[in-house]
Structure formats: C-alpha cells, structure tokens
C-alpha cells in the first residue's frame, strides 16, 4: 500500500495558515519555462515535479586563428554565452498549502505549451477537481505502484550516493552505497498505510509478492488508541523515549533468563505487549509507542527478509511515510533486518524517497523525451539535503525545515559511464576519505572550504569585470556556499557522502548557479599564453639529455608543472604574491626522491620494455602543467609508439584545463612540434572531454565517448594528475590495467596527515596482480 | 514462545474455590498403580501425565486338546475369564486454580509407586516448583519445553488416528480430520503462545526453530486488554467474533475506491489494520478485538506460509493457547493459510494439542520403557471429546467442560503396522462412511446403537451369570455409553 491516509493532514490543515507567502526566489524555480508538470499527493505531503529549461553563462573559448582581425597577443578569445540546459525540479510541500502552491504555479506560468498534469499517490483522486480548476491542466492519473518503482529505478541510476544503510550508533549515522552499474533485481518495502512487497527484475517488471496490513497505518491508528496522541510525528517522540521492556514480555521474563536451546536471548522480546493484560496499573504512553514500534517494525522486517531469502535477493530498499527521514523507524527496521537475516540482508533506505512517486509521474509524461537516454546529476546549489534530526534531539527542526524542500537535477551533456578498466565497477568508491565518518578531516575540510571563500568571491568578481551587478551575485554565491558548509557541518550526509569532492562540486554548482560559469577563465588564459612561449625552450633541453635522466626529468617536470595550481590555497597565495613565480622555481620547491610515496624505479624498469599500446591521462591545471608538464611527457610517450588520449573537464572547474582550451593549445603546440602534430594527424594523439566539471574524477560516471575510445584503443596505461584526481579521489582505485597516479601534495594539513610535508610528491605505479605463470604450473 | 503468562490465572486463582472435591471416580483414575509421572503447567491450565497398569478381565478361550482332565463336554474350547494387566498412559488437564488440591488427591491416592521424580515443563514448572516438591515428595526434574512439546506432538501424530484436522467454519462438518501418515517427518509446527515459535520437525529428534514473531496470543490478550478494558482472553475472543472489522482497518477499497486490479488487490483485502482509527472518532471494542484477532491471525498466517515455502514444508500444524480449541482462532488461521499460499499449504490442527507437552515430558522420564516402540491407542471410555462449541453459541459451556479433561491411551501389545499390500498407504481411509460429514447417516447410526444399547446390556449381563456385581456394572455401562452417544449427537467430532 502507498502512502495515503493523511498523515496529520487534518490537524495541520486546521493550524497552518493557508495564505503564506511563498518566497519565489527560493522555491519554484525557473518556473516561467516550465514544460512538464507532474504531481504526486500523499496523504500529508505534495511533491511537485516540472521539467524546465535553464538559461545560463557558459564560458566558450575560440581560437583567434580564424577570426579576421590579428591584433593581440593572445592564443584565443573568452567570451561568456547564453546555454539553456535541462533541469528536473521536485519541490515537496505540506498538503495544506496546495491551494497556495498551485495559485503560485498558474500566476508564473509564462512560456507553458502543456494541457495535462500526470498525477499519482491518494490524494491524486481527492484533489483532481482543484488542480484543474487552479491550473487549467487536465489531470492524467498514473497508477501509483508503476511510478513508486519508475522513480526508484531512476534516482538509483543517477544519483550517487542516493541510498545509505542506516547505524544509529556509529560514528556516522549514514553510509552511502556506490551506485551499482547494475541496480536490478531489488525489493522494494513500502511502508505507507500498510506494507507492499515489491520484487522489481528490470525497469518495466515488477510484481507486488508480499505484503502485510501491520504498516504505518496500525502505528498511527493504534498508537492513537493507546496514548491518545493523533498525531504521527508525535507518536514517533513518543516511541523515541520510551521504554518498551515494561509492556513487552521477554524471553527472561518466561524463562528467567536467555532460552539456550533454542538460541533465544534474555531480551529478546517473546510476546509484543505480553504484559500489559496482567498489569494492573496502565503504561506510560511512550511505553506504550515504543513498543507498538518495535512490534511493527520487527514485523516487517521479518517479513522483508523472508521475502528476499525466498526470492533470492540481497538488496532491500524500504521506503514509504513510515520511513520517511524518520531515524527511529530506520533504526528499528535496520535493527530488525540485521537480526532476522543475520546480517545477510541490509536495510537500504533512499535519500529522494519521499519524491519517488513524483518522479516516476513525471517519467511517465515524459516518455518521448527518453529521460532514460541520458544521465541527470544532482545539483546540489538547487536541492535541499537530506534531514536527519533525530526527533528525540530536536523535534522542531524536522517540522520546519521540512515545510519545504527541494530537488534539482541536471540534465548531462552525454551519458555517464563506468570507465571500462576498473578493475571491480560494483566496489568502486571515488573518494579516499568520507568525511562523513572521519570528523576531523571533516572539521579541517569545512574549515578549510570557508577560509578560501572570500578569495573565490573575489576572483569571481573578478572575472567579470564589466559588470557591475556581478557584485551582487558574487555576495549571493558567498551567503548561499557558506549557508550549505554550515548545513554540511551539522548534517554531513546531507547530499549523500561528505568528501572534498563534494565540497568542490557544491562550489562549482553554486558558482553556476550565481552566472560565475568560470571564475579562472582570465587566469588560465593568461597561464596558457605565458606557458606556450617556454614550450620549444623546455622540449629542446629535455632532448638534451640522456634517455635515462630524460625519462626522470619527465616525470618531474609533470610535478613541478602540477606544483601550480589555485584551487590549493597555499598555492594560490604564493601566485598572487609572486607572479612571477616560474616553473624552475617549482622544480626547487619539489621534495627530493625518496618521495613520501615512491615508485618511480619500477616505472623507470617498465620503461625499458615495449612501449604502451594507448596510454589514457586525466589532466589537470591549464598554464604550466599541461604546457610545459604534461605536453613534453606525452610527447615522449608518442615518440615510444605509445597512443595518447587525453581526458580532460568537459566544463570548468577551478584552473583546470577545459577541453575546449586543451584543443586550441594541443593546436597550437602542434604548430611548434613536429611530433605532436603528427600525433594529431596520425590519430595517435586524441583529445576526449571527460564528461566531468569537478576537479575531482568519478571513474564510474565518465563521457560515453571516453569509454569508447578506451576500448577501442586497448588502453593498458592510465595516468591520473592531480590532487584533486589522484588523492582526493582514486588514491585507492584499483584498474585493470597499469596505472600512474602523480600529485604534488599543496596541503599542509593533507600532508601532515600522509605523513609528508608540503610539496611533497605521490609517485604511485601500479600493476594489476596477474596470476605468474610459475604459479599457474606449480 | 511457549504458552505462558497465566492466561486468566490470576483472576481464576482468586474467584474460584480451591479446595473443591474431586470425584475420584471419574478423574486421577487408576493412581494407585501409578508409576511414572510428568506435568506440564501453562499459564492457565496443568496437564498431569502418568504411567499406570490396569488390572481388567479378558475372556481366553482354549481347546480341550491339550487339557489333561478327560473330555466331559460337546464344548470344542473352554471359556475363562482372567485378569490381566496392561499399561495406560492418563493424561488430566485442569486449571491451575486446582492444582493444590489435585496434588493433595494424587499424594492421598499415590499407593504402589517406587517412582521418586517427577518430569516437569512449561513455564509454570518453574513457579510451582517447589509446591510440587513439597506436596508430591517427589523431585522436579525440569525438561525442555520445545523438546517436550515436539516429543509429544510426533506421538499424538503417530499413535492417535485422526489427531490432526482441518478447521473449516461454513463447511457441512466443522472438522475435517486428517488420516496417520506412515510417515509423519517433516513438519512445521507454530506455537502460538504469548509469541510465536516457528519450528521445523525433521525426525524424531531433529528439530529447529527457525522463526518466530512477538506478535502473538499475549498480543492479542495485552493489546486486546488495554483496548477494550477487557482482562479475560476468553471474553476478548467473544467479543472479536461478534465484531466488524471494516469499521477500524483501512480496506483496499478505502484507499482506492474499489480493487487495485493490476497489483491484484481486492477491494476487501485489508490494506492496514487499524488504519482508520487514528482519525476515527468513535471506538467500539468488539470492532477493536475483531480487527486485532485479524491483524494477528493473518500474520501468524503469512509467516507460516513464508516459513513452510522457504524450508518446503507442505504440513503445517498450529498450536498453543491462541488456538487451543478455538474456533474463532482456528478460522482466522486457517483463512489467511488459504490467502496467501493459495491453498498450497494446509492449516492443521490437532485435537490433543494441548497435551502434547505433558506427553513429551512423561516420554522424556520414560525413555528407558521404549514407548515408541509399542503402539499406543487412544481409550474412548477415558477420554474427553474435543470442545467444539463456538464462544458465541454457548460461551459458558466451554468453561464448565474445560475443568477437567482426559486422554488415556492403552498400550497395545505390539507394534501396529500397514498392511504392505495397501496400494497407497498415506491415503488409506478404512472407514467407508464419514457419519461425521453424512447428517442422514450419522441420525440414523446413533439412533440404532441407542436402540441396540438395552440388548447389548442383556447379553454382557447373561455372559456372567455367576457374578452378582455384574448388574450394577452393566448398568454403569449402559449409562456410560449412552453418555458418550448423547455427546456424539451434538458433538460428532
């Protein structure tokens, strides 16, 4: 059963002012282009989902070469252009507010060609007559188990870190899953009124096998009996402070103690509410809740694991207004999954639960624009974090922060990827550290993230400096950055597992958000004019030297080129206060080999054999990394018969070299260097975009097109660069074939932690395990 | 979880007489030969078991061949009538209230006995412990109580014909009994006590409780109790089979005007039980027990079925005190088994059910006789039927009945066996006539043994003419049967 019965619609409709004002800046975003609308109207929340068209900066780069004026001295021109993108809202609303919300809706609804609202959930039925009369959209009604299962299949594809496995008493209340290339079979509980077991094999079968009467309907109802509280959060306050051992009979109190034989513990409870019919006093009401919450949650997670065992599936999803954010039904349901399958079976809760009716609505309306042919990103300036007060700590907080709360999701360029070569896609995890669960990295990172952001204020502002209202939305990006690091400090999981990445991807995404498409545009411009002019210079004294010192002098003009960086903020002080910083300066500033992690011998002995069929590189910085750091290198690898693709940004991010850049500059070096143009011509040298716009690099949501190359190309050496790429993320991914991750440590702190110091260097030469052919004979 | 928590113990040890007189006659009956003994004390109600002989006369015949005295008569063979002792198991249920009387009875009736233990299980035997110490002069062995209720339930499956049936309220007979099986193994049994214990039965000494649920008939007695005001599980049941449900659960068809036809939900099926009285405004308790005897039956049900599928069980047996006897329990089950297996798996039930731990503990203290190895049959003259009045026909009349209950077995001399040349043992059914399913057939038959009854008095009378107690005895007879034929007519099972 779905969600339905007005979960504490009757009594909120009565308290709540209808007529509030709705802050349009916030919510219902982009409105005006609106295209699609759906609805999905549980018993006490609406969720409203609307596909709409965004208009924003994007910074394109155009090499002058065929422009017809030859004035200046710059490689290529910058210029900022309006992009329209595709965007997914999904705002959730008391049920209260409907009439407000679809007032709101009609009043901004400008550029809408649409006659038909999608609607699912209950209430669909109850508030049809109104949403017509509001909208003037005819209400389509969808079956609301088909999209319960639509929307779910939807955000576990495209939303990283979208479920998490719930543990009250570890040091971070939520671990997040990796998303699983493959997400089927699963099963889906749905708490709502009553249970629903669904056993989901592909995105168009599902079958309901299961189901039970005793759900969130026998809590509420029940509850209500027992301790005359109508309403549901209350009820769940209730269950959070009481007692159940006082109702409930246990095995010690049958048998005086555990039940050895039957492997049956002192405190397990052997008869929900077993003591209450000989009581002679009645129960605390919390009592009371406790243990009617234990009883239903026991339940069904029996129930769910039978289910699973009998179906033969590991994957458990629960969902529904039982569940719903709620920690102590996620505590109890995890607690009752754990001891019935013994830890075979983990309860999995979802982060967009609550808007998976809406969505799959929404899919269902959509279905000639093929959502599912593209990959969404969540934008994490646009959506509201998960809630995860407990209501024990603070029973407000959820009420009200839960008025409203939105999702955004971002239409991709192309579709995401696995990068082909990973050696295990399933266990993959980009990210080295969760922050989530390591809270002094986590303290240090936040830290960190504010101390930097009047610098990126600034440097935003200065990108554009012909425009005089950029100072206001420069002001807007700080209060809206700073605003998620507070939220990110008391709620880390609040978009899913809390890592540098994330810190830097909500950055960018706000940065976005606020017309700052590329806040270093100047800067790199700058770099990569400057870098080009020593390019022949550094090329012609590498040839100079031996092979041996050359390969060695290669690698070490790759980390000193990465030394310049200004995402690392150590960096970006010794930039601003020494311009003419150089890059043989750089090379001073590198640590002496021993480098803290040192592998470079067994890639000088690997050099010595054949050379590498294709060599993949995720690059990193635009200026002096790429130009005068990796150019040369892959010059070198091109010279050895080695095939080059090189992987970089699809849009900006920090100082990193753009795709778009790194073509007009691989053109330009080609005009200089006879190998790299060959390279060019041959097709031995190719230049892929990622499909990423994160100084961090998520192997396993990678440009279609990047996977194909690789394959195409027998790829079997990939070099990851960068801090960002090669620590913060991958430090600790295993490839199938070998790898090179090469990073300049720019972080005292980082490097104090590794037990490095600043500048020191990660030289990490890896060779898949591969059985030795004395051991297969032996 | 085995039966505990003093079903209405604690209102019944106050409102009923203790020192009530016991009629020897008719129960504790051959105690002076006792030999072996076992109790199993529930929450509500004691089951004693003992081990006795019985000296009874059996006609012998012999032919004069081999006799040395001379041939003086036509007569092929001589009939004797002599004294012979044979075993019997009696088994004596009665409410926990008497249990101090009953002891002070069997240690004033305890002649022959050399025994010097008494096996014990069940919660209570931990409670009354010492009282038995005391009264009996026995020791209390404690014995498990799983083992001594699958112990005895292998026993009742295997020596009593027609122990387990099928409970079906609207069909012409009630229960449906359920021929021996050669081969009893594997079953499930649940026992619905205060929880649920799911157990799995492979032999006869391989057993495993592989699930369990807290919600059971302490939920029903606790929840029911403090919804209704009502503190009897007796009363809680009659007033859930006079209740509407529909007015307290959420329905399908509440949520969705009608079936959700494409997950196949129809419009009846109870979408969440006690789903509309958070937003009720009225409560009526007979709605509250109906709705709560439903919840739980129906998922007692639903996790038989998930159990019997997972572990390929087809035979599932329910017991315990939510069940014993219960008619409205039984139906409930036995409707959500049909529900969710689709008929696949059968609700059984079992007519010695409440015994079956009292059997499995005297079988635990008298594993050296080797009572499996003999066949047991039950002694109909000794036995109480099983109950099978519905509370809301006569609600009283289950509770006067209910105070003293019999099962004897008779051992019988060997092992009795299938004939090997039956062509499908397991649906053998010797009787060709069901009286029990023929309304027609079941009139007449018991009109025609009443009517026989006067002759059979006359020719047991005439077969011992030399003993002048033999009238006194044959009237007792004739009263006795009659009785048993007078609880068929209205109890045919």
Not at chain 1, 246 to 267: C, F, H, N, P, R
Request: glycine fraction near 8%.
């Amino acid at each position: 059963m779905a969600e339905w019965s007005g979960l504490h619609s009757s009594t909120s409709r009565h308290t709540m002012d209808k007529s509030i004002t709705l802050p349009p800046d916030e919510i219902f975003r982009n409105l005006e282009n609106a295209k699609r609308f759906a609805i999905d109207i549980g018993g006490s929340l609406t969720k409203l989902a609307y596909y709409s068209t965004v208009q924003h900066k994007v910074a394109k780069v155009r090499s002058f070469d065929h422009a017809t004026k030859v004035i200046i001295d710059e490689l290529y021109e910058i210029s900022v252009q309006e992009e329209v993108t595709a965007r997914l809202h999904f705002i959730k609303f008391e049920n209260a507010y409907i009439e407000t919300c679809l007032d709101f809706v009609r009043d901004h609804l400008v550029n809408t060609d649409t006659k038909v609202i999608k609607a699912t959930g209950g209430g669909a039925h109850k508030f049809k007559e109104l949403i017509e009369r509001k909208l003037g959209l005819r209400v389509d009604k969808e079956d609301e188990m088909t999209c319960l299962i639509k929307g779910c299949n939807f955000v576990l594809r495209n939303i990283p870190h979208e479920a998490f496995v719930y543990a009250k008493h570890a040091d971070s209340e939520f671990r997040f899953q990796t998303t699983q290339p493959d997400i089927f079979p699963y099963l889906l509980v749905n708490i709502g009124s009553g249970v629903s077991i669904v056993k989901v094999e592909s995105e168009d079968k599902f079958e309901r096998i299961g189901g039970s009467s005793i759900g969130g309907g026998t809590f509420w109802g029940l509850g209500a009996l027992l301790t005359k509280t109508k309403r549901f959060d209350e009820l769940l306050q209730l269950a959070s402070k009481g007692q159940h051992t006082s109702v409930d009979m246990l095995v010690k109190d049958i048998y005086g103690g555990s039940y050895g034989s039957l492997g049956l513990t002192g405190d397990l409870i052997a008869s929900s509410f077993g003591k209450s019919a000989t009581a002679d006093k009645g129960f605390p009401k919390e009592d009371m809740a406790k243990s009617l919450l234990h009883m239903i949650s026991n339940d069904i997670g029996q129930l769910a694991c039978l289910y699973a065992k009998l179906h033969n599936l590991s994957r458990v999803y629960f969902g529904g207004f039982f569940i719903r954010g709620h920690p102590v039904t996620m505590h109890t349901i995890t607690y009752s999954i754990n001891f019935f399958t013994k830890g075979e079976v983990q309860a999995l809760f979802l982060r967009h639960e609550g808007y998976l009716g809406a969505i799959g609505a929404f899919l269902k309306g959509a279905e000639e624009d093929n959502p599912n042919q593209y990959s969404w990103g969540e934008n994490y300036a646009g959506s509201s974090g998960l809630m995860s007060v407990s209501p024990d700590m603070n029973p407000m907080q959820r009420a009200r922060s839960g008025t409203f709360d939105m999702l955004e999701m971002d239409r991709l360029e192309r579709k995401l990827v696995n990068l082909p070569l990973l050696q295990d896609a399933s266990s993959y995890i980009p990210d080295t550290v969760d922050l989530a669960e390591d809270a002094l990295a986590r303290e240090y990172w936040l830290y960190c993230f504010e101390e930097a952001l009047d610098g990126v204020v600034k440097r935003a502002l200065a990108s554009q400096p012909d425009m005089p209202e950029a100072a206001e939305r420069a002001e807007k990006f700080r209060q809206k950055y700073r605003h998620k690091l507070q939220t990110l400090r008391h709620q880390p999981f609040a978009y899913g597992s809390l890592t540098v990445r994330s810190l830097l991807d909500t950055r960018e995404h706000c940065l976005n958000e606020f017309n700052f498409p590329d806040p270093y545009s100047k800067i790199k411009q700058r770099e990569n004019d400057m870098a080009l002019k020593y390019y022949q210079k550094v090329v012609k004294s590498l040839e100079e030297l031996s092979w041996e010192e050359r390969q060695f002098a290669l690698i070490r003009g790759v980390l000193a080129g990465n030394v310049f960086d200004w995402g690392a903020k150590a960096v970006s002080d010794v930039l601003e206060s020494e311009p003419e910083f150089g890059f043989e300066q750089a090379k001073r500033k590198l640590e002496e080999r021993p480098w803290l992690v040192d592998s470079y011998d067994q890639w000088f002995e690997r050099l010595k054999g054949p050379p590498h069929k294709c060599a993949l590189f995720f690059v990193d910085n635009s200026g002096l990394d790429i130009i005068l750091g990796v150019m040369p290198f892959v010059r070198e690898l091109l010279s050895r018969g080695t095939e080059v693709v090189l992987a970089s940004n699809s849009a900006p991010a920090l100082n990193d070299v753009t795709n778009g850049e790194l073509q007009i500059l691989t053109e330009s070096i080609a005009a200089m260097d006879p190998v790299i143009q060959a390279g060019l011509r041959e097709d031995r040298l190719t230049l892929v975009q990622s499909g990423s716009s994160s100084p961090c690099l998520d192997l396993s949501r990678l440009d279609k097109v990047l996977a194909m190359v690789v394959r195409e190309r027998k790829t079997d050496l990939v070099i990851i660069e960068g801090m960002g790429r090669a620590i913060h993320t991958n430090y600790y991914a295993m490839l199938s074939c070998e790898s090179l991750k090469m990073a300049v440590i720019k972080n005292s702190w980082l490097a104090d932690r590794l037990g490095g110091k600043l500048f020191s260097v990660v030289f990490k030469y890896e060779v898949p395990a591969r059985p030795s052919l004395l051991t297969l004979f032996t | 979880m085995a039966e505990w928590s003093g079903l209405h113990s604690s209102t019944s040890r106050h409102t009923m007489d203790k020192s009530i007189t016991l009629p020897p006659d008719e129960i504790f009956r051959n105690l002076e030969n006792a030999k072996r003994f076992a109790i199993d004390i529930g929450g509500s109600l004691t089951k004693l078991a003992y081990y006795s002989t019985v000296q009874h006369k059996v006609a012998k015949v012999r032919s004069f061949d081999h006799a040395t005295k001379e041939a003086t008569s036509d007569e092929l063979y001589e009939i004797s009538v002599q004294e012979e002792v044979t075993a019997r198991l009696h088994f004596i249920k009665f409410e926990n209230a008497y249990i101090e009387t009953c002891l002070d009875f069997v240690r004033d009736h305890l002649v022959n006995t050399d025994t010097k233990v008494i096996k014990a299980t069940g919660g209570g035997a931990h409670k009354f412990k010492e009282l038995i110490e005391r009264k009996l002069g026995l020791r209390v062995d404690k014995e498990d109580e799983m083992t001594c209720l699958i112990k005895g339930c292998n026993f009742v499956l295997r020596n009593i014909p027609h122990e387990a049936f099928v409970y079906a309220k609207h069909a012409d007979s009630e229960f449906r009994f359920q021929t021996t099986q050669p081969d009893i193994f594997p079953y499930l049994l649940v026992n619905i006590g205060s929880g649920v214990s799911i157990v799995k039965v492979e032999s006869e000494d391989k057993f495993e409780r592989i699930g369990g649920s807290s919600i059971g008939g302490g939920t029903f007695w606790g929840l029911g109790a403090l919804l209704t005001k009502t503190k009897r599980f007796d009363e809680l049941l009659q007033l859930a089979s006079k209740g509407q449900h529909t007015s307290v659960d959420m329905l399908v068809k509440d949520i969705y005007g009608g079936s959700y036809g494409s997950l196949g939900l129809t419009g009846d099926l109870i979408a969440s039980s006690f789903g509309k009285s958070a937003t009720a405004d009225k409560e009526f308790r007979c709605y509250m027990a109906k709705s709560l005897l439903h919840m739980i039956s129906n998922d007692i049900g639903q996790l038989a079925c998930l159990y019997a599928k997972l572990h390929n069980l087809s035979r599932v047996y329910f017991g315990g005190f939510f069940i014993r006897g219960h008619p409205v329990t039984m139906h409930t089950i036995t409707y959500s088994i049909n529900f969710f297996t689709k008929g696949e798996v059968q609700a059984l039930f079992l007519r010695h059910e409440g015994y079956l731990g009292a059997i499995g503990a005297f079988l635990k203290g008298a594993e050296e006789d080797n009572p499996n190895q003999y066949s047991w049959g039950e002694n109909y003259a000794g036995s109480s039927g099983l109950m099978s009045v519905s509370p809301d026909m006569n609600p009283m009349q289950r509770a006067r009945s209910g105070t003293f209950d019999m099962l004897e077995m008779d051992r019988l001399e060997r092992k009795l066996v299938n004939l090997p040349l039956l062509q499908d043992a397991s649906s053998y059914i010797p009787d060709t006539v069901d009286l029990a399913e023929d309304a027609l057939a079941r009139e007449y038959w018991l009109y025609c043994f009443e009517e026989a009854l006067d002759g059979v008095v006359k020719r047991a009378l005439a077969s011992q003419p030399d003993m002048p107690e033999a009238a006194e005895r044959a009237e007792k007879f004739r009263q006795k049967y009659r009785h048993k034929l007078q609880t068929l007519r209205h109890q045919p099972l």
